[in-house]
């Protein structure tokens, strides 16, 4: 194993507390839709790009034996498998809300929902599973001396998910101003697309896996003298990312009625660009002290987090509904939206303290990492 790098952590924990804070608008009582919250929840949709990302650069430059990797992958289907049942029970005998049955437990563990009830975000543990099905043939095309066949893959992916998706947006504005459906021309075009709806986490796993690898070669992380891209120049270039992003939010909100999300936000081009940036600067910048040591903690325990956030909402939600917060309700939206970060900031912190104490526990600390 080589020094661990502790921008992987920062970037894996910036990733972390968006996805809490974009699901804290979803699913507590008082978010703000306004322009401030629209303008936060827009900031967070480099999450999940930024996730598989990291999970290539860790992962792909690494020498792979195929046993191992397929034991690891069936390790983490049962403990992925274990979260759903406690969710499950969580919300069943906790939070009551819904009624549910024996086939939803099972449609949930097959990669489905679970009834009425917030369990959506287990998308991102079936899209890093496929990925580690189909891994081995990743690999094999990322070590060969003919990088042809990952050109082609990387090629396809991308224009068929960054691409179409960004070329729709634009002919959705040019609509909007001719009055005429240019976009449904490219409605078709996802039958010749082999990957489907999540082939896009496939093209950030692989380019982190790039950038892993420059990182590497470098002797500890020096891709961006290896692009000859300026930090401040990059920083910027991530501003004018943010900008764009949030254009294209205040244009769908005008036209399609799109509240605090971004339609295809995490693979638009300007999130694809903002998400390279954004580890390319992290795993150049030296962090030592307190903020290295706090990164390492939360970027070792961020598949706790994941798993503990919901209940975490869900409770806060519950909090919420006391009198006392009731003036969250008459707050601006600027206000109310601080108050917002502030609660999202409690929710991580203490799912992160309980995944910290659990993974002392032996046995029961195994379902606090992959």
């Not at 502790?6 to 009582?29: C, E, N, P, Q, W």
């Not at 598949?303 to 707050?331: D, E, K, T, W």
Request: with cysteine; glycine share 10%; charged share 10%.
């Amino acid at each position: 194993m080589g020094k661990r790098i502790v921008g992987y952590d920062v970037a894996k924990s910036i990733a972390m507390f968006f996805v809490v804070l974009l699901h804290f608008a979803f699913y507590t009582r008082y978010y703000s839709g306004g322009l401030a919250g629209t303008a936060v929840t827009t900031l967070c949709v480099i999450c999940v790009p930024l996730f598989f990302a990291v999970n290539g650069a860790l992962l792909l430059p690494r020498t792979f034996d195929v046993k191992k990797h397929y034991k690891k992958t069936c390790t983490v289907v049962a403990i992925v498998s274990i979260w759903k049942l406690l969710i499950a029970a969580f919300f069943v005998y906790v939070d009551g809300s819904h009624s549910v049955g024996v086939k939803n437990l099972v449609v949930f563990l097959f990669g489905g929902g679970f009834g009425e009830y917030p369990v959506g975000y287990f998308w991102f543990m079936n899209a890093l599973i496929a990925v580690y099905l189909i891994y081995p043939l990743i690999k094999i095309a990322f070590d060969s001396n003919d990088k042809s066949a990952m050109g082609c893959l990387l090629a396809v992916i991308f224009c068929f998910s960054v691409g179409k998706d960004t070329v729709r947006v634009i002919l959705q504005m040019l609509g909007s101003v001719s009055h005429h459906d240019f976009a449904s021309v490219l409605d078709g075009v996802g039958q010749f697309y082999i990957f489907g709806d999540y082939g896009y986490v496939l093209m950030y796993f692989v380019i982190g896996g790039l950038i892993g690898a420059s990182v590497s070669r470098a002797g500890g992380g020096h891709c961006l003298d290896r692009f000859r891209l300026q930090p401040t120049v990059a920083l910027l270039a991530v501003l004018l990312c943010y900008i764009v992003t949030f254009a294209i939010q205040r244009y769908q909100h005008a036209v399609q009625g799109t509240n605090l999300t971004v339609d295809y936000g995490y693979w638009l081009f300007p999130t694809f660009l903002a998400t390279i940036l954004v580890l390319q600067l992290l795993v150049n910048v030296k962090m030592e002290g307190v903020v290295a040591a706090v990164s390492k903690v939360v970027g070792a325990n961020t598949f706790g987090i994941y798993m503990l956030h919901m209940i975490g909402l869900v409770l806060m939600s519950r909090l919420q509904a006391l009198p006392v917060f009731s003036c969250l309700g008459n707050m601006n939206s600027i206000l109310v939206t601080l108050m917002n970060i502030v609660m999202a900031l409690f929710v991580f912190l203490g799912c992160l303290i309980v995944s910290v104490l659990l993974r002392r526990i032996p046995v029961v600390g195994r379902l606090f990492s992959l």
